[in-house]
């Protein structure tokens, strides 16, 4: 850890400088040719209204995922230190990676959207980080991050500029890929001494009052995350109601489900910390469709009781049948819900919602997105298997204390 891990971070960055100093320019560089008023006029207009939706993303990133992952009862400084780690990682390989794919010459040019997309490849990579959480080091998730954040680049090339298929709240391409790609690397990093749990692997109190610091945080920013890059009126105005009504339809099913399956009648706080926010990653494709609110509400809905029903059920089955050990149970939050919000997005532009694309080209970003992310995920994992990354032994998962100084 104090020779492999510093030479890796402080490598990557200098690996980042160096490609920033080459290809990347401002945005409002325009090669020395003179702007004239109008165009002044027109960049600050988009400033003021991306950058409140930038802060809102950006929340969500450091603050909202962050403190989600936080109520395992002795990782709580794994859980946002090394999010704070990867995310800052992942947005300066994400800037890159995604201008290389989509700038038309050498330079890459950054604006607010494309800050914006930064932050949308690495909500991809704290996603897959839910799966393996505790159980890999922080040398392993930059490697992750890495590749991760290079796949999701070109799948969501794939399912953009190639299947022409709409995806505004990234139900399939962010939610639905960041968990199955999790999922891959969990299930070939599988450890048998885990089978039957760890002491560790429990909340306590305070840790869970910790984690819906987070759920409320990501629950009060959702709708500004499906809107951030929609076409600003109409379509971005619908992104942000439908969001809205989904995610407060999600809270009262995901609530009323999680009394009815838990013991006794009562609230189960892992449901409570997850299932809430399903209905915005649900409502994501079909967003700035026009769905009607009820159709929102109902997607919500439904994806609550799904996630909750996920928790209760597939949660352990993974864990026994699959050999799949999903710390935070990212499938049920946002592999399940991603999906629902493929297939509604293909309802919807059958139904008539859009006609910016097809319900066989969206058929084919659901499937890209879920085929990419699995394969992927399996070669990461077993370039992550190998034992030259100070991966933490069994007895120590799930523990601040291996990589922490812990009082």
């Known amino acids: 850890m104090r020779i492999k891990f510093p ?4 490598g990557l960055e200098v690996a980042m400088i160096v490609l920033f100093s080459l290809f990347v320019r401002y945005g409002t560089d325009q090669s020395g040719t003179q702007k004239t008023n109008s165009t002044i006029s027109n960049n600050e207009d988009k400033f003021s209204v991306l950058y409140p939706l930038f802060q809102d993303v950006h929340v969500m990133i450091f603050v909202g995922f962050g403190f989600l992952m936080t109520f395992l009862k002795k990782y709580g400084f794994s859980s946002v230190g090394i999010n704070l780690l990867i995310a800052a990682l992942g947005l300066q390989w994400g800037t890159f990676i995604h201008g290389i794919l989509h700038s038309h010459n050498q330079i890459i040019n950054i604006g607010i959207l494309d800050m914006i997309n930064a932050d949308f490849s690495t909500a991809t990579v704290l996603i897959s980080f839910g799966a393996v959480l505790g159980k890999i080091s922080p040398i392993q998730m ?48 599988y450890r048998a001494g885990l089978r039957r749990g760890h002491d560790n692997e429990e909340s306590v109190y305070h840790s869970d009052l910790f984690a819906m610091i987070g759920t409320l945080f990501l629950w009060i920013f959702w709708p500004s995350f499906n809107s951030a890059i929609a076409q600003p009126g109409e379509k971005q105005y619908r992104a942000i109601v439908n969001t809205y009504f989904s995610l407060a339809a999600c809270v009262l099913t995901a609530f009323g489900l999680s009394s009815l399956v838990g013991k006794q009648g009562k609230l189960n706080m892992v449901h409570i910390q997850n299932a809430t926010l399903a209905g915005g990653v649900a409502v994501g494709t ?95 994992g077993l370039i992550l298997k190998l034992p030259i990354w100070g991966q933490p032994p069994d007895q120590n998962c799930y523990d601040d204390s291996v990589y922490w100084e812990v009082l």
């Open 7 to 10: 030479l890796m971070a402080i």
């Open 142 to 189: 930059l490697i992750m991050t890495m590749l991760e954040i290079t796949v999701f680049a070109g799948n969501e090339y794939l399912v953009g500029e190639i299947f022409k298929a709409t995806d505004i709240g990234a139900s399939m391409t962010i939610h639905a890929f960041g968990a199955y790609f999790g999922l891959a690397v969990a299930g070939i990093l």
């Open 286 to 380: 079909c967003a700035d469709m026009e769905i009607h609110p009820y159709i929102s509400m109902i997607i919500g809905s439904t994806a609550g009781m799904v996630s909750v029903l996920g928790f209760r059920f597939l949660t352990p089955c993974f864990a026994t049948k699959l050999r799949i050990q999903d710390t935070c149970g990212v499938h049920n939050l946002h592999g399940l819900p991603g999906v629902m919000g493929g297939l509604a997005g293909i309802a919807a532009v059958a139904l008539g919602a859009s006609n910016v694309s097809t319900p066989a080209m969206q058929a084919a970003a659901l499937g890209s997105s879920i085929g990419t992310a699995i394969g992927g995920g399996l070669i990461t």
